[in-house]
């Protein structure tokens, strides 16, 4: 509406009574639509309505960031009205041209990386995965921990929690209902992987006879430094294979099996990440 008066007044001014019933249209149009508008039905005080992008200098140029103000209701708001009214009125802007810097680097410039980091601001993270990723381990394996601890994993609880129809009983040890801490750790195949485990490695934690009551109480006994977390990682991703295999194929293996699936992974992974002692030479 404000629009169709532009061509008109590039050549003639409006007279303040035009400019007073355009803006009594435009008013009846935001609150009212077609009908007849009365001051009751205005929400929003109409000089704040149809507030203009104002520069710094021009707000303050006869105080006129005070325009369209609501009115204060409290004395809190009053006490930050005169606070601010008093610092601005102390406020000299530089004739200097406006510089724009991005606040969340030390430089000032902007970096997608801190632009990233923003979203973590004021959270904490609940528990420490670093270690999982920083371990060296296979990415698929660091991947499937991440979801244990989690309880994220398809094991039965998680099946029919989520409306599927499924046996709640752990296709390992047929005892139990399945869930990650029981298929992990209190299993008893699971127990007796972890007790083959633990002479080979030297596992002094109770990690292979504790009853964990959660997934996270496991991981706390059974990481440790890289070499208990490598255990750690690729002992449980092979009792999870095993499941699988029971479960969709139906062919068991023994623990002890497993636990030697697991010796082969961690001594061909850490194989493969240590360089040849010599260069073959290609002729
Ligand atoms: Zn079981």
Redesign the pocket.
């Known amino acids: 509406m404000s629009a169709i008066t532009t061509y008109h007044m590039t050549v003639f001014p409006l007279s303040k009574w035009d400019i007073k019933k355009i803006d009594k249209l435009r008013r009846n149009f935001l609150w009212k639509g077609l009908e007849e508008f009365r001051g009751g039905h205005c929400l929003v005080n109409w000089l704040r309505a149809c507030r203009k992008n104002l520069k710094v200098a021009k707000a303050l140029e006869d105080n006129r960031w005070m325009r369209g103000m609501q009115r204060m209701n409290s004395n809190q708001e009053i006490r930050q009205f005169v606070s601010l009214w008093s610092r601005l009125s102390s406020l000299h802007l530089s004739t200097m041209e406006g510089d724009i810097t991005w606040k969340f680097t030390a430089d000032g410039k902007y970096t997608a990386k801190s632009a990233y980091d923003i979203q973590f601001i004021g959270s904490y993270p609940d528990f420490n995965w670093t270690k999982i990723w920083k371990s060296k381990m296979e990415p698929k394996c660091r991947f499937f921990t991440w979801l244990l601890l989690q309880r994220k994993i398809w094991t039965e609880d998680n099946i029919i929690r989520r409306g599927g129809q499924s046996d709640p009983q ?1 296709p ?2 047929n ?2 209902p ?1 869930t990650p801490v ?2 992990i750790a209190n ?3 699971s127990r007796t992987v972890w007790s083959q485990l633990a002479l080979p490695y030297n596992l002094t934690s109770n990690s292979q006879t504790a009853n964990h009551a959660r997934i996270k109480d496991w991981w706390a006994a059974a990481s440790g430094d890289e070499r208990r977390t490598q255990v750690a990682i690729y002992a449980a991703w092979n009792i999870w294979k095993e499941r699988c295999r029971k479960k969709y194929n139906n062919k068991l293996l023994t623990a002890a099996q497993v636990a030697d699936l697991t010796k082969q992974d961690i001594f061909l992974f850490n194989l493969a990440k240590t360089p040849p002692a010599i260069t073959p030479v290609i002729r």
Do not use: G, I, S, V
Request: with cysteine; proline share 0%; aromatic share 10%.
């Open positions: 752990c390992l040890c005892a139990r399945e029981h298929l299993c008893r195949f």
